[in-house]
């Protein structure tokens, strides 16, 4: 099965910019998640979609830190303006939801943003 | 509240050498446990998983046993390889709001 897409790989901007982020999940996962992962430290839930409902922003920075799951599917993650502290790769991941034990999250490769 | 500790990086070993990664969580109800691997400039990947007290999860050589009484889930294998090199993540499952909760992860050097 195909797994987590996301796009773009590496994004470099100058701080005060704008950037977004794309991802497509699993078919037929209804949960999905965007995390931070600074260098060196382990992920940080951003927001958590469960179908286009949000089940979990609380750390997320709604300052300038927005997101959208159209449709229960694709979900966009945006940063407008950045900051030097942004710099960071920007996980998404997906899994079945629901009450399924075990349920684990599949990853994407994840974008390595750099804020100049 | 639930959260997950593992111990500090990185860890050095020679190949061939036994490997011990501890992880312990603190959680409210009854979580499923996990092990994620992460490769330079990639995304975490499972490694393997546990769902209730006394499971094994096991994968690639790497176990590691759910141990309700001291709340762990260390991670072993008995022989690295220089291709085991990599981040190691424990994190637990809140299975009432399907959210994860990392470790800040462990990295593993393997010398040849």
């Known amino acids: 099965e195909a797994g987590v897409a996301q796009s773009p790989r590496y994004k470099i901007i100058e701080k005060r910019q704008s950037v977004a982020f794309w991802c497509n999940p699993i078919?037929?996962?209804?949960?999905l998640y965007w995390y931070q992962q600074i260098l060196g430290q382990g992920p940080k839930l951003l927001i958590q979609f469960q179908n286009n409902g949000v089940v979990d922003d609380s750390q997320l920075p709604k300052d300038r830190f927005s997101a959208e799951r159209l449709k229960g599917v694709d979900s966009t993650l945006k940063i407008q303006p950045a900051k030097l502290e942004d710099s960071a790769v920007y996980l998404c991941a997906s899994s079945l939801g629901g009450t399924v034990k075990g349920a684990e999250a599949f990853f994407g490769q994840g974008t390595r943003l750099t804020v100049v | 509240g639930n959260s997950v500790t593992q111990m500090e990086g990185p860890v050095t070993l020679s190949e061939e050498a036994f490997l011990t990664i501890n992880c312990t969580y603190t959680a409210t109800g009854y979580p499923s446990l996990f092990w994620y691997v992460q490769y330079p400039g990639e995304g975490l990947q499972l490694l393997l998983k546990?769902?209730?007290?006394?499971d094994k999860g096991s994968n690639k050589g790497f176990e590691a046993t759910y141990r309700k009484e001291t709340t762990s889930f260390h991670l072993e294998k008995g022989s690295v390889q220089v291709s085991d090199s990599a981040v190691y993540f424990c994190?637990?499952?809140?299975?009432?709001?399907?959210?994860?909760?990392f470790g800040s992860g462990t990295k593993l050097n393997v010398k040849p």
């Open positions: 546990a769902t209730k007290a006394d």
């Open positions: 994190a637990l499952s809140d299975p009432r709001f399907n959210k994860f909760y």
């Open positions: 078919s037929g996962h209804a949960t």
